[in-house]
């Protein structure tokens, strides 16, 4: 009998795997900054952060400094990074994590320096530098002066510069090669300043498989790392998917033609047919837009999904699939025998994006790792090597 009411299994090979994908589009000597923001997209941060470091991962990239303590808690020691934004409450606990920033004002710029002199730190921070996206980030004309402040600030080292592009197919959009051109600019810019830094990142998933130019030293995949990408670009073929979701047949049932299913009763048998009930609905993954139209595997073959996706269950129409009986596993996403339900498949047939379906498996539902003895290491950059300490600024005499 199997064990699990429902259970997403995690293969940490698949993303040790992706890893190396990733590293040798990027590049011989380029730092991956593994995402791992919302609970690495529904696959586990601990789990993932700690694998990612071991395959060589330059450091962690989360969505709040709440992510960045739970993944130092977990006894993650490499560089994290928040990308989004900072609430008050969470400055100093971060700092002293060693947690870095992303950076986008100078009211921000103030607080963190308010509290890095306050408790003695020095607060690392990413200059975040909005070129499109319009969200999060300072406009490339202030981008300097905010440069400038962190240069004079006692207790900000600037970590690294960064942007954001908007288009899911990366490079290959026009809007990205404007995005790249008003970025390079506050680099050069910054270079000519005498400005020193660890990191410039700027590529997620989309912009490492239309290779970017330039790459820059560092970037930011999420998506690719579990297996797929936002719009069909070349090499996608070679990611392998990381989650796969199953379930089980609890119920078997006979109805005759005209038994309604579901709330609504969205589906009337037109035929005497067998029902099998999944414990499993959207609280654990599974689209609602998928009612009355997605598949599940069974048995190597794909059942249709009857009436409409519930919080706990999900209805097949098994009638054609004879053998299928109580206790069989169903693949919602993943692999059973010849048949294969990818995340892209999925998202498609659910209209909505990948991103959405892993991080949509609540709570509830067990993650299950599998694999993870297999290290496919990617080269990566060195640390920066020693370099002499820039002249702190004059103090005032008076
Ligand atoms: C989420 C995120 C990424 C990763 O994007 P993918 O499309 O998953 O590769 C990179 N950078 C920033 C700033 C992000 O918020």
Redesign the pocket.
């Given at each position: 009998m199997i064990p699990e009411r429902v259970w997403a299994e995690v293969d940490l090979d698949a993303l040790a795997h992706n890893l190396a994908v990733v590293r040798r589009r990027a590049g011989a000597g380029v730092g991956i900054v593994q995402?791992v923001?919302a609970d690495a997209y529904g696959h586990g941060a601990v789990a993932i952060a700690h694998h990612a470091v071991r395959c060589g991962v330059a450091g962690l990239?989360v969505?709040t400094s709440g992510e960045a303590l739970e993944l130092r808690d977990a006894g993650v020691r490499a560089p994290i990074v928040v990308?989004g934004t900072l609430v008050e409450d969470e400055v100093s606990a971060a700092l002293h994590h060693q947690v870095e920033f992303g950076l986008h004002s100078s009211d921000r710029l103030r607080r963190l320096e308010e509290v890095a002199a306050a408790r003695g730190l020095i607060a690392r921070v990413h200059l975040n530098v909005d070129t499109g996206m319009g969200r999060l980030g300072v406009l490339p004309d202030r981008a300097l002066e905010l440069l400038e402040d962190i240069r004079a600030a006692r207790h900000l080292e600037l970590a690294g510069i960064m942007t954001?592009v908007t288009a899911s197919e990366g490079a290959f959009a026009d809007s990205t090669v404007a995005q790249m051109a008003a970025f390079g600019a506050v680099v050069e810019r910054a270079r000519a300043l005498g400005l020193r830094w660890r990191w410039t990142h700027v590529a997620?998933?989309?912009c490492v498989f239309s290779d970017l130019e330039p790459m820059y030293d560092t970037v930011?995949?999420?998506?690719?790392t579990y297996g797929a990408l936002?719009a069909p670009l070349p090499g996608r073929e070679e990611l392998r998917g990381v989650m796969s979701l199953s379930s089980q047949v609890v119920f078997l049932k006979d109805v005759p033609a005209g038994t309604p299913v579901g709330y609504g009763a969205t589906w009337v048998a037109e035929r005497a047919s067998r029902l099998a009930t999944l414990p499993l609905g959207f609280a654990d993954g599974v689209p609602t837009s998928l009612s009355n139209r997605g598949t599940v595997l069974l048995r190597g073959r794909r059942a249709p999904i009857i009436g409409r996706v519930n919080m706990d269950y999900t209805v097949l129409d098994v009638t054609d699939h004879p053998g299928v009986v109580v206790g069989d596993r169903a693949t919602i996403l993943g692999v059973d025998g010849d048949e294969r339900i990818t995340l892209e498949e999925l998202a498609a047939e659910a209209g909505c994006m990948t991103?959405e379906v892993t991080c949509s498996v609540g709570r509830r539902v067990p993650r299950l790792y599998r694999g993870g003895e297999q290290l496919s290491v990617p080269a990566q950059a060195l640390p920066e090597a020693p370099r002499a300490p820039t002249p702190a600024p004059q103090e005032s005499p008076l």
């Open positions: 995402i923001k990239g969505g990308l954001h997620n998933s989309a930011r995949p999420g998506i690719a936002p991103y």
